[in-house]
């Protein structure tokens, strides 16, 4: 009998506020230095976290399909900043609190509460899935209740993908 996965942080969260989800785990493989999901997971709906820092803001999240990349002249408008970038992997665990493939929304916002925006594509999906703040474990939840719980802002900063 296969022995039962202990929940991540995220799944008792969301247990605790009584937001329904779907835990799920994918195989991830080393690709480089950071983690990479399985061909057969990159899905349109799952959404990949990205943690930036502004020259005015100071950290933000920007929340994009898997397939797209973000787009930093969009985000730098929307955050009211001149310039983003992302924050450098060396610096990682000390902004967000996350290794590179753990970052989720949920996660930074309950314990960092820095402002979360997701691009406008989540409005395209009942479902979506994000990070369970763990390498290889993810959520699905519905979109809305994510923005809602994340007190999230739907905006325009992905750089679409257009060869997918």
Same mark, same amino acid.
């Given at each position: ?5 202990? *929940? ?5 969260? &969301?247990?605790?506020?009584?937001? &329904?989800?779907?835990?799920?785990? %994918?195989? /991830?493989? @080393?690709?480089?230095? +950071? ?15 990205? +943690?930036? /820092?502004?020259?005015? #803001?100071?950290?933000? +999240?920007?929340?994009?399909?898997? $397939?797209?990349?973000?787009? =930093? ?5 929307? /955050? ?5 970038? @992302?924050?450098? @992997?060396?610096? @990682? %665990?000390?902004?967000?609190? =996350?290794?590179?493939?753990?970052? /989720? ?12 925006? =997701?691009?406008? !594509? ?5 479902? %979506?899935?994000?990070? !369970?703040?763990? $390498?290889?474990?993810? +959520? *699905? ?20 993908? #257009?060869?997918?």
């Amino acid at each position: 009998m296969a022995k039962k996965q202990k *929940k991540t942080l995220i799944e008792k969260f &969301l247990d605790k506020e009584q937001i &329904l989800y779907e835990p799920l785990s %994918v195989q /991830t493989h @080393l690709d480089g230095d +950071v983690y990479a999901i399985d061909d057969q997971h990159r899905l349109p709906q799952v959404f990949k976290t990205l +943690v930036l /820092t502004g020259n005015k #803001t100071g950290p933000v +999240v920007g929340v994009v399909q898997l $397939i797209d990349r973000i787009d =930093y002249k969009k985000m730098s408008q929307v /955050t009211g900043n001149k310039k983003v970038g @992302l924050v450098p @992997l060396k610096d @990682l %665990v000390k902004t967000s609190g =996350y290794l590179h493939g753990e970052n /989720t929304p949920i996660g930074i916002y309950n314990n960092k509460h820095f402002k979360i925006y =997701y691009d406008e !594509a989540i409005n395209n999906f009942e479902s %979506v899935i994000v990070s !369970a703040g763990e $390498i290889g474990r993810m +959520v *699905k939840i519905n979109g809305k209740e994510l923005v809602k719980i994340t007190e999230g802002s739907i905006v325009d900063i992905a750089e679409r993908n #257009t060869n997918v």
